[in-house]
């Protein structure tokens, strides 16, 4: 099966692959942000897919989500792999270090949160948003390329576009949040309904706006994320080399129980519509 990367701000262009083709994707929930780029990687095959488009022409809260990872999920990927641009909640955690979060706050509130909208009713756990086997992998893999990398922490979702006001990011530095960013939702949640494994390295950007002289800016947003793009390629690359051949989890079976809906009352155009999801749950 495939390894899927999502590239998040900073990472438009795929890892050094071979062979590489470009493929067309179309879903149920529209087009991806971009064609899918598939090549190997010491034999392994990769599916990367850039999460705002190639000129980052989709903003976090406008960006294709649904048809992102269902276009993963169609091409067999059962692992997905993803960076993000974070603001630090932490003095300890400056800009230009990583981290691999292992929870997340939502307060986004504008952005279709669920692949089954229409004629099925699906409530997926979500205890543990981030696969538990790849934030370990991930955190592995850094040290493995003497990456300095954090394992977990707290990840606070924003809506966005706009960065945080002083207030919002004093109040998440006083729940314990760790970082701050704008993409992480709804795709964790997606790809657990999707049952993909998946996880992310957080590349730190700035300071948000808690501390003082700090004010973020989409210039040192842009500056810092592509000075974390190497050491984010290399840990991703490592972590794709090292990738166990069987998953060790249960993300694979995450919608087992979790159809709320009665299979037979399902019609045909969800049947279809959701095929590639639910396959034998219906």
């Known amino acids: 099966m495939p390894i899927g990367f999502v590239g998040g701000s900073g990472i438009y262009e795929a890892l050094d692959l071979e062979n590489e083709s470009e493929v067309a994707v179309s879903t149920p929930f529209g087009d991806p942000a971009a064609p899918v780029t598939v090549g190997a990687l010491d034999g392994t095959e990769i599916a990367f897919l850039p999460r705002h488009g190639r000129d980052h022409e989709f903003s976090p809260t406008t960006t294709p989500y649904r048809a992102n990872l269902h276009a993963l999920k169609s091409l067999g990927c059962e692992r997905v792999l993803s960076s ?3 603001g630090s909640l932490r003095e300890d955690l ?6 691999v979060p292992d ?23 979500f205890g543990q948003p981030y696969c538990p086997h790849m934030v370990e992998h991930l955190t592995a893999s850094a040290a493995g390329v003497d990456v300095d990398c954090e394992r977990g922490g707290t990840y606070v979702c924003i809506e966005g576009p706009q ?16 970082v701050v960013g704008m993409t992480a939702v709804p795709e964790a949640k997606l790809a657990r309904e999707a049952e993909l494994c998946y996880a992310t390295v957080a590349g730190v950007t700035d300071f948000d706006v808690w501390k003082e002289g700090a004010e973020v800016t989409q210039e040192e947003v842009v500056e810092n994320a592509l000075a974390n793009e190497t ?4 840990v991703v690359e490592r972590a794709v080399e090292a990738m166990p051949e069987q998953r060790e989890c249960d993300c694979g079976s995450a919608l087992d129980g979790a159809v709320a809906t009665d299979p037979g009352s399902v019609d045909a155009e969800a049947r279809e519509r959701y095929g590639t999801l639910l396959g034998d749950y219906l």
């Open 94 to 99: 400056p800009p230009r270090t990583l981290l």
């Open 84 to 86: 993000n641009a974070v």
């Open 103 to 125: 929870q997340l706050f939502d307060r986004t509130r504008d952005r279709p949160y669920t692949f089954f909208d229409e004629g099925v009713v699906v409530h997926a756990a």
């Open 163 to 178: 960065f945080s006001t002083v207030a919002e990011s004093e109040f998440y530095r006083d729940q314990g949040f760790d």
């Open 231 to 234: 050491n984010i390629k290399e």
